[in-house]
Nanobody
Framework: QVQLVESGGGLVQAGGALRLSCEAS????????MGWYRRAPGKQRELVAG???????NYADSVKGRFIISRANAKNTVYLQMNSLKAEDTAVYYC?????????????WGQGTQVTVSS
């Protein structure tokens, strides 16, 4: 069974930094795109950043220049380095992956990790 497990969330002051990690485990043959989404209180879930298997990245306009997404393919892990955090970055952050495993090609979500930025 495939699982995505996030870590690295927490409480940080505005202007600070956090690094999120998400490791995919289970019967995985290959991972295509991976990404980070977030849901702030009272808002819909939105894409924060995505990265292809070849390393191409895309970012939400609100985080460009502050967040960096990367991945370690050998570890089935995707990272999100978040710098210059703002109060409006407060949200639950979810990892997402399109991967090919024992159940075929499916999309998976992590359980979410809370990021709280105090102003």
């Amino acid at each position: 069974q495939v699982q995505l497990v996030e870590s690295g969330g927490g409480l940080v002051q505005a202007g600070g930094a956090l690094r999120l990690s998400c490791e995919a485990s289970g019967s995985i043959f290959s991972i295509n795109a991976m990404g980070w989404y977030r849901r702030a209180p009272g808002k819909q879930r939105e894409l924060v950043a995505g990265i292809t298997s070849g390393g191409l990245t895309n970012y939400a306009d609100s985080v460009k220049g502050r967040f960096i997404i990367s991945r370690a393919n050998a570890k089935n892990t995707v990272y999100l380095q978040m710098n210059s955090l703002k109060a409006e970055d407060t949200a639950v952050y979810y990892c997402n992956a399109d991967l090919y495993g024992s159940n075929g090609s499916l999309n998976y979500w992590g359980q979410g990790t809370q990021v709280t930025v105090s102003s």
